[in-house]
Antibody, heavy 119, light 106 residues
Framework: QVTLKESGPGILQPSQTLSLTCTFSGFSLSTYGMGVGWIRQPSGKGLEWLANIWWDDDKYYNPSLKNRLTISKDTSNNQAFLKITNVDTADTATYYC???????????WGQGVMVTVSS | DIQMTQSPSFLSASVGDRVTINCKASQNINKYLNWYQQKLGEAPKLLIYNTNNLQTGIPSRFSGSGSGTDYTLTISSLQPEDVATYFCLQHSSKLTFGSGTKLEIK
């Protein structure tokens, strides 16, 4: 059974770096075709894709945020990570990680973690 | 970058109604289009992948169709538990979500 769970700092100040962790089970990032993506959603608003990482360490980033994003993985510990530098109040959102399965992206999602950027 | 235009933004329908939600891509996305349901306070859930493939465990009243730039999610007979916001996602080139359709029962 596939599960994912996000963790993060909860609250941070403008200009800091946001570090998020996705801990998953039921699949492996060493398996051909598998990946993990990050998506965020400001309260009451729509979904924004941020970044993906695949089993072979290939990475895709949202072009509008690319300069601020770094995605990485720890295959042996079943974790994926996302860092966002120089955060602003506009980065306040619920952040989700989701599996990229063999057939399609984002077939399983974590419950999400709320992140607030405030001074 | 591919843009996704989703319509309508808001939809009110009666139990038993047939409901359709549309997504239009700014260029051909070759059927790489998923549909998600998000209930209040929950994470999105995959309903349909690659235009017309029903995800395991999803009721058969949900279906998808389309090609090229135009795609549709259909609920054949609306049920009270279908109250949610629905999003499309193109994964032909990078990924882009539609803006969402909030569905309520009349």
């Amino acid at each position: 059974q596939v599960t994912l769970k996000e963790s993060g700092p909860g609250i941070l100040q403008p200009s800091q770096t946001l570090s998020l962790t996705c801990t998953f089970s039921g699949f492996s990032l060493s398996t051909y075709g598998m990946g993990v993506g990050w998506i965020r959603q400001p309260s009451g608003k729509g979904l924004e894709w941020l970044a993906n990482i695949w089993w072979d360490d290939d990475k895709y980033y949202n072009p509008s945020l690319k300069n601020r994003l770094t995605i990485s993985k720890d295959t042996s510990n079943n974790q994926a990570f996302l860092k966002i530098t120089n955060v602003d109040t506009a980065d306040t959102a619920t952040y989700y990680c989701a599996r990229i399965g063999g057939r399609t992206p984002f077939d399983y999602w974590g419950q999400g973690v709320m992140v607030t950027v405030s001074s | 970058d591919i843009q996704m235009t989703q319509s309508p933004s808001f939809l009110s329908a009666s139990v038993g109604d047939r409901v359709t939600i549309n997504c239009k891509a700014s260029q051909n996305i070759n059927k790489y289009l998923n549909w998600y349901q998000q209930k209040l306070g929950e994470a999105p859930k995959l309903l349909i992948y690659n235009t017309n493939n029903l995800q395991t465990g999803i009721p058969s009243r949900f279906s998808g169709s389309g090609s090229g730039t135009d795609y549709t999610l259909t609920i054949s007979s609306l049920q009270p538990e279908d109250v949610a916001t629905y999003f499309c996602l193109q994964h032909s080139s990078k990924l882009t979500f539609g803006s969402g359709t909030k569905l309520e029962i009349k």
